[in-house]
């Protein structure tokens, strides 16, 4: 009992961390209206122009500092990622970031494949579930974390990607140990792709 007890403690904890960070995220996203963005350049710190600045998901993820690429992966069919950060929070999680790229002419879907493969998730609909990472030092695969719920601590509800738009990624998982600092991130249908931990 004290097992099942202390598993119900650690995934209360998970779920709480996880909605304290999307309202901190929502809250620092959440000052003005789309517009305001578009009018005022966006808020990019690499002065990049606002049309490269990807877009909030709508689904939990907050849209990422785009300045730094640890890695990235294409599909071969115009679906691009790019890793901005992988980040250990408190409570042992490690949040990576990232911007998912049409960089075809045409609209491109995301693969159902990236979803994952368990029964408890495919409820959510389309999502990121599908992300792995490896640890190669510890010999230890990490998936994405679920709510109490089951729910996929992922972005959720990309289904179509027109040409050159770019939507925010982020997926959590339980953190390597401290003495880790570079893993696999994998993703169905995509080549794999090493980043380095912050």
């Known amino acids: 009992m004290s097992m099942w007890h202390g598993a119900k403690a650690r995934r209360a904890a998970a779920v709480a961390l996880a909605a304290t960070a999307l309202t901190v995220s929502l809250t620092a996203c959440g000052s003005g209206g789309g517009n305001d963005a578009k009018e005022n350049g966006g808020s990019s710190t690499s002065?990049?122009?606002?049309?490269?600045?990807?877009?909030?998901d709508g689904a939990g993820g907050e849209t990422p500092d785009t300045s730094q690429v640890l890695a990235t992966m294409s599909n071969g069919n115009g679906l691009e990622i790019a890793?901005?950060?992988?980040?250990r929070d408190e409570g042992g999680f490690l949040t990576v970031t990232g911007t998912l790229t049409n960089?075809?002419?045409?609209?491109?879907?995301?693969?159902?494949?990236?979803?994952?493969?368990?029964?408890?998730?495919?409820?959510?609909?389309?999502?990121?579930?599908?992300?792995?990472?490896?640890?190669?030092?510890?010999?230890?695969?990490?998936?994405?974390?679920?709510?109490?719920?089951?729910?996929?601590?992922?972005?959720?509800?990309v289904v179509a990607v027109?040409?050159?738009?770019?939507?925010?990624?982020?997926?959590?998982?339980p953190a390597p140990p401290d003495s880790t600092t570079q893993v696999d991130i994998q993703l169905p249908l995509m080549p794999t792709a090493t980043i380095e931990i912050s």
């Open 47 to 56: 002065g990049e122009p606002s049309a490269d600045t990807p877009k909030d």
């Open 162 to 173: 027109k040409p050159d738009e770019k939507v925010a990624v982020f997926a959590q998982f």
């Open 83 to 87: 890793f901005h950060s992988a980040k």
């Open 103 to 157: 960089t075809s002419s045409k609209q491109q879907y995301a693969p159902v494949e990236w979803n994952g493969q368990e029964q408890q998730v495919r409820r959510t609909g389309r999502s990121f579930a599908g992300f792995t990472l490896v640890d190669k030092a510890e010999k230890k695969r990490y998936y994405v974390l679920r709510d109490t719920d089951g729910y996929p601590l992922t972005t959720t509800g």
